[in-house]
């Protein structure tokens, strides 16, 4: 008898901010043939910021995921195409870290980073859109949450931390603040499970798997 073998599904992991042990743990927790959705601002803030950006890319690179753009990859855009030799300024910490070479290489590649992605009844995207243009904002909060209007279906969103992943009508937040000492989560529109693995801050413990 031949086995059917799962469909893949997505994983949208929230806001990972430099926090690459959190994301090695995640990533061992989540299934091997899954696609993952990284729903923007993975860098700036945490410990390790080059090396989460080269562990996103790998995935990117490979095929496995897709690498959203937040304003924090978004002020390092600006901030690189601005002033590419400065130290002050948006990200100068992690502009420090990169290098003059990784700078400039990055540069490449975060100008390569999508806004959204679009799912089969939900789409994944950093804060959400603006409600007059309906367009990907990369800052919006509240004028999105009460007037999303479930055009898009779900949205996935990243952008503001919380304790859990929450759900408002037809907007999930998977920011659960793992740089401040919450969690890094990750989250299935297909099937609305949650993973979530110790941020910074933390005693290590099991991962925890419910729905939402």
């Known amino acids: 008898m031949t086995?059917?073998?799962?469909?893949?599904?997505?994983?949208?992991?929230?806001?990972?901010?430099?926090?690459?042990?959190?994301?090695?743990?995640?990533?061992?927790?989540?299934?091997?043939?899954?696609?993952?959705?990284?729903?923007?601002?993975?860098i700036n803030r945490g410990p390790d910021t080059p090396a989460t950006m080269e562990r996103i890319w790998g995935l990117v690179d490979s095929g496995?995921?897709?690498?959203?753009?937040?304003?924090?990859?978004?002020?390092?855009?600006?901030?690189?195409?601005?002033?590419?030799?400065?130290?002050?300024?948006?990200?100068?910490?992690?502009?420090?870290q990169l290098g003059p070479e990784g700078c400039a290489l990055w540069l490449k590649r975060l100008e390569q980073l999508p806004l959204a992605y679009w799912g089969e009844g939900w789409v994944a995207t950093?804060?959400?859109?603006?409600?007059?243009?309906?367009?990907?904002?990369?800052?919006?909060?509240?004028?999105?949450?009460?007037?999303?209007?479930?055009?898009?279906?779900?949205v996935v969103i990243g952008h503001t931390p919380g304790p859990n992943v929450r759900r408002l009508p037809n907007i999930v937040m998977v920011d659960t603040g793992a740089c401040y000492g919450g969690?890094?989560?990750?989250?299935?529109?297909?099937?609305?499970e949650v993973v979530s693995v110790p941020g910074l801050a933390h005693n290590l413990q099991s991962p925890s798997l419910s729905p939402v």
Not at 67 to 80: P, S, T, V, Y
Not at 183 to 192: I, N, Q, T
């Open 183 to 192: 969690d890094l989560s990750a989250y299935c529109p297909e099937s609305r």
């Open 3 to 42: 086995s059917v073998s799962r469909k893949a599904r997505h994983w949208v992991i929230g806001d990972v901010h430099g926090c690459s042990g959190s994301l090695e743990q995640l990533l061992a927790q989540l299934p091997a043939g899954d696609r993952l959705i990284f729903c923007g601002d993975a």
């Open 126 to 154: 950093h804060a959400g859109f603006n409600p007059s243009t309906w367009q990907p904002d990369l800052r919006v909060r509240m004028g999105f949450w009460e007037q999303y209007d479930g055009r898009f279906g779900d």
């Open 64 to 96: 496995r995921a897709i690498w959203l753009r937040g304003n924090h990859e978004q002020d390092l855009i600006d901030a690189l195409r601005s002033a590419p030799g400065s130290s002050g300024g948006a990200g100068a910490e992690t502009r420090r």
